[in-house]
């Protein structure tokens, strides 16, 4: 497994999470870091992205409550999720790509974690 994501439950509106994303490739750089999520019946949406491991973007819909970081010590990027709503009910997925120690480009991702929230 590449990414292995967790940290995914149920919550009540209002509520927070963090997610994980444990790293067990080993890149010499990253291009980017991201966390997509997708609702029921839904395409699967960016939520926010580290480019480059400083440039941070936020779909509108979280800005202000969710956070992305990485941890290059722990092999780890992170989503805090604060003042969590109904409609950030979903399964998140992490994504990392970058290059290989191997020099190979690799887009990989994680096994998804769900995130429900009740009203």
């Known amino acids: 497994v590449q990414l292995q994501a967790s940290g995914g439950g149920l919550v009540r509106a209002g509520g927070s999470l963090r997610l994980s994303c444990a790293i067990s490739?080993?890149?010499?750089?990253?291009?980017?870091m991201a966390w997509y999520r997708q609702a029921p019946g839904k395409e699967r949406d960016l939520v926010a992205s580290?480019?480059?491991?400083?440039?941070?973007d936020y779909a509108d819909s979280v800005k202000g409550r969710f956070t992305i970081s990485g941890d290059n010590a722990k092999n780890t990027v992170y989503l805090q999720m604060n003042d969590l709503k109904p409609e950030d009910t979903a399964v998140y997925y992490c994504n990392v790509a970058g290059l290989t120690t191997d020099l190979d480009f690799l887009d990989a991702w994680g096994q998804g974690t769900q995130v429900t929230v009740s009203s």
């Open positions: 490739v080993n890149f010499a750089s990253i291009n980017v």
């Open positions: 580290i480019i480059s491991g400083s440039t941070t």
